[in-house]
């Protein structure tokens, strides 16, 4: 690993900790049980994960608990929601170990993204539209994906000495309508909670399943097509026999 790769791995760990150290010293509850209860759903939705083609990583539905703890909860519990979802996904089911490094940084990364979502999207609807879910929860998507896409994206194309957004393209790009997606069921199940409480909204969670599942199976078959090239069937005539073979059409 390159020098500039140590050094930003660094700096984005850092920045992520501070947010988390700054999250905990600064710690405010509403409602603690609501707040448990999404902390457990976050870190088990952590646990479904879908294998990115192109890039040793996953992606995992605990996003959309992420976006929920934006427009719900406080910076605080946003913060330490992100980060335990961000532990789980590293440790849970990984063939090997991961390293101390990979772990703080992966954290890191999902503690500055929600921190991040969380100050960008209540600065935009305090200026715009105070009492507006959809200009809060967009917004918040948007930032979010950014963040953490492009933090990832900045160390693997550091690493490998790669066009950060060639990287980004093949790594991210396809992913941006599963996160829309996500952020229009966090909007559901958030505007759910505000006028028949929290606990029926927990009737929604379900569809969290159902869309990364969906979502598991598309980039399953994309992963596929990606590995193996398109093939053709063509007759050959040997020793007076027909046969039937599989040709690489590329």
């Given at each position: 690993m390159n020098t500039f790769a140590k050094a930003y791995i660094a700096?984005?760990?850092?920045?992520?900790?501070?947010?988390?150290?700054?999250?905990?010293?600064?710690?405010?509850?509403?409602?603690?049980?609501?707040?448990?209860?999404?902390?457990?759903?976050?870190?088990?939705?952590?646990?479904?994960?879908?294998?990115?083609?192109?890039?040793?990583?996953?992606?995992?539905?605990?996003?959309?608990?992420?976006?929920?703890?934006?427009?719900?909860?406080?910076?605080?519990?946003?913060v330490v929601l992100a980060s335990a979802a961000a532990l789980v996904q590293c440790v849970w089911g990984a063939k090997k170990s991961p390293r101390p490094v990979q772990v703080a940084f992966n954290v890191a990364t999902l503690s500055a993204s929600a921190g991040a979502a969380w100050f960008g999207s209540h600065a935009i609807t305090q200026k715009f539209a105070p009492n507006s879910l959809v200009l809060l929860v967009v917004p918040a998507a948007i930032i979010f994906f950014v963040c953490d896409t492009g933090l990832v994206s900045g160390v693997i194309a550091l690493v490998e000495q790669k066009n950060f957004l060639a990287v980004w393209r093949e790594c991210h790009g396809w992913s941006f309508p599963y996160y829309l997606l996500g952020a229009a069921l966090a909007a559901l199940i958030t505007a759910s909670s505000r006028t028949t409480?929290?606990?029926?909204?927990?009737?929604?969670?379900?569809?969290?399943?159902?869309?990364?599942?969906?979502?598991?199976?598309?980039?399953?078959?994309?992963?596929?097509?990606?590995?193996?090239p398109p093939q053709e069937r063509v007759h050959v005539h040997i020793d007076d026999h027909d046969h039937e073979m599989m040709v690489s059409s590329r």
């Open positions: 700096c984005v760990t850092m920045l992520g900790f501070a947010l988390l150290a700054v999250a905990l010293l600064q710690w405010n509850s509403d409602d603690p049980a609501r707040f448990i209860t999404f902390l457990l759903l976050g870190s088990l939705a952590a646990t479904w994960k879908v294998k990115l083609p192109g890039v040793t990583g996953t992606i995992s539905g605990s996003f959309v608990f992420i976006l929920i703890g934006v427009a719900a909860f406080s910076f605080s519990e946003t409480g929290w606990i029926s909204s927990l009737f929604m969670a379900p569809a969290m399943y159902l869309m990364y599942a969906y979502f598991r199976f598309h980039i399953e078959k994309a992963a596929q097509k990606i590995e193996q």
